[in-house]
């Protein structure tokens, strides 16, 4: 299964609004994260096309305004960043996803599906 882009810090910020809030345009974006950056709307813009560049967003035209989603699942995307922390760290076997239970972002199912994600993925590697 092909990895999700990693996303840098500002992406995966801007990606929790998305996970929490479905479909947003520049402009609700902004307001909710780009303002505490100090971004300008057309920054925010940029930043938003470029992540649809990379796989993470999909923009579509909704009465005139662009409006973007999140492409990649929170799953995904954070099992693929503690995947990379484990190797980086050289940890055999998975981090494991019950270290999350406190998480705002990640409920009861998501922290489910990433330890299955990442058991899944540690018996691949042994497997292989």
Not at 93 to 119: C, K, Q, R, V, W
Request: glycine share 8%; net charge negative; charged share 25%.
């Amino acid at each position: 299964m092909p990895q999700p882009p990693t996303p840098t810090d500002a992406e995966l910020d801007i990606l929790k609004c998305f996970w929490r809030d479905g479909p947003l345009s520049a402009t609700e974006v902004r307001t909710r994260i780009a303002d505490g950056l100090g971004w300008t709307s057309s920054t925010t813009r940029t930043v938003l096309e470029r992540m649809c560049a990379k796989g993470l967003l999909a923009r579509r035209e909704a009465h005139g305004i662009a409006v973007y989603s999140a492409v990649q699942p929170k799953v995904a995307v954070i099992g693929g960043m503690m995947r990379r922390i484990s190797a980086m760290l050289e940890i055999d076997g998975p981090l494991p996803a019950s270290a999350f239970s406190g998480s705002a972002l990640l409920n009861a199912d998501d922290i489910e599906a990433l330890t299955e994600a990442l058991s899944a993925d540690a018996s691949d590697a042994e497997g292989a």
